[in-house]
């Protein structure tokens, strides 16, 4: 387990961070308690942030911030 993530989206080879998200919205016990996004993607950036609020209303994470 670990305490904090920083995410980019844009993570190469057509692999992305929101990607990374969604295996950890489908094993929530793999969550951080910590994400800090950093990418530069306003469109993914986006989504990524929906997710987040939705894993902190679950009250599946503590905090998490996008840094651009």
Request: hydrophobic content about 45%; glycine content about 6%.
């Amino acid at each position: 387990s670990f305490d904090v993530l920083l995410l980019d989206n844009d993570l190469g080879s057509n692999k992305e961070g929101y990607h990374v998200l969604c295996m950890l919205e489908a094993a929530p016990e793999l969550l951080p308690r910590t994400i800090i996004l950093v990418t530069a993607n306003p469109v993914r950036g986006a989504q990524m942030m929906q997710m987040l609020e939705r894993f902190k209303e679950k009250g599946q994470i503590d905090a998490y911030a996008w840094r651009r």
